[in-house]
């Protein structure tokens, strides 16, 4: 004796899955929100840092957290998956990735890092962001470059 539901269980769940995309996820292929849209610009010693990726990582809580990438001027728009702009209001570690180095021939010297590692560390982050409900979520980074570490001796 065969069980109804074993030949109409995959199917219900095949088309409740499709449902779930087009209802939540869109067919039109626009961006929906999660959240207030996250938007901002990053910098180094007042240059545009020109690529990279900006990734947003909520503090304290089991919230998503999102990534911008950083275009050519320097800006970003934070996302939380391919079809979402936004982020839940709430207080997130940042942590700025630079692009992959350029290669260079050997012999050359290669260009300096657009962005200081110090700014790319996710266990130990120094910056944050607090994102609102109403915004304006506008967020600049204006990072130093490289600057030498003051040993004890030093002061």
């Known amino acids: 004796m065969s069980c109804l539901c074993s030949s ?44 990279g990726t900006v990734l947003f990582i909520p503090q304290g809580s089991k919230r998503s957290g999102g990534s911008g990438i950083i275009d050519e001027n320097g800006d970003f728009t934070v996302r939380t998956s391919a079809v979402e ?3 839940v209001p709430g207080t997130y570690n940042v942590v700025i990735l630079a692009p992959d180095p350029v290669q260079v021939k050997e012999g050359d010297v290669p260009p300096p890092y657009p962005v200081p590692l110090k700014y790319q560390d996710e266990a130990n982050p120094l910056l944050d962001a607090t994102v609102t409900k109403n915004g304006p979520n506008e967020i600049e980074f204006e990072l130093k470059g490289n600057e030498p570490i003051q040993s004890a001796d030093d002061e």
């Open 85 to 87: 702009n936004g982020l």
């Open 8 to 51: 109409l269980c995959p199917r219900f769940i095949a088309l409740m899955s499709l449902v779930g995309v087009l209802q939540f996820g869109g067919c039109t292929g626009e961006s929906t929100t999660a959240g207030p849209v996250v938007t901002g610009s990053v910098s180094v010693d007042g240059e545009p840092v020109m690529g």
